[in-house]
């Protein structure tokens, strides 16, 4: 199974400001993806992102909120901008794995207030 | 650690009964299912899938079962214990071109008590 980390694990950010979230895989994968738990739900997709083209955005999300980066096939970045307090969520990062499963990171935890 | 059970529906259990969770799915489109553990402060983690070509699939201790019929999913865990207590997602494929999307559903908060 791939071995993935996220950075920071966990932020406390004031309204206004962004944070860049990072993404770290042991392999290559075409394919990242990256979600969102708001605090007692569940997991939501945010975009796909595929190394060499631009991420593809899921119904709610939009670029400009959350620009995502992929250098690389080993590595992505995760905006979140102009931050809300609604933005306090945990922010996860996965990769596909064998079948159509996926392996998640563990989650970089934000507050903003 | 931080929660994410606070608004979930809780299944609370006896350590050494056995726990079944269940979960509706909405696609019925969908092919694949996933049962995801998610321990607090921790990342989802994968339990076991199934394909919708069977009804029923077991492993260590783990059984899930899947009735298209009602699109519904349950995850039966035997002689629960302790280290079982976390919060279980189950998770649906929904194909679309190259790639293949997860849908997660609510989650359910299983507590063992000792």
């Known amino acids: 199974s791939a071995v993935i980390s996220q950075k920071p694990s966990r932020d406390i950010c004031q309204r206004g400001t962004s944070l860049t979230i990072q993404c770290q895989v042991d392999s290559q994968v075409t394919m990242m993806f990256w979600y969102r738990q708001q605090p007692g739900q569940s997991l939501t997709l945010i975009a796909t992102a595929n190394q060499g083209s631009e991420a593809t955005y899921e119904s709610g999300f939009v670029i400009d909120k959350f620009p995502i980066s992929r250098p690389n096939l080993t590595f992505s970045t995760l905006t979140v901008s102009n931050m809300s307090p609604e933005d306090s969520s945990i922010y996860l990062c996965?990769?596909?794995?064998?079948?159509?499963?996926?392996?998640f990171g563990p989650g970089t935890r934000l507050t903003v207030l | 650690g931080e929660s994410v059970g606070l608004h979930l529906p809780t299944l609370s259990v006896q350590e050494g009964d056995n726990s079944i969770i269940n979960c509706a799915y909405s696609?019925?489109?969908?092919?694949?299912f996933i049962w995801y553990k998610q321990e607090s402060g921790k990342g989802p983690q994968f339990i076991i899938d199934i394909r919708s070509n069977m009804d029923k699939r077991q492993g260590q201790r783990v059984t899930v079962l899947l009735n298209k019929t009602v699109k519904h999913l349950s995850l039966q865990i035997a002689a629960t214990q302790p280290g079982d207590s976390a919060v279980y997602f189950c998770a649906e494929s929904s194909q679309s071109g190259a790639t293949n999307k997860l849908i997660f559903g609510t989650g359910t908060l299983l507590a063992v008590q000792p």
């Open positions: 996965s990769v596909p794995a064998s079948g159509d499963t996926q392996y």
């Open positions: 696609n019925s489109a969908s092919d694949y």
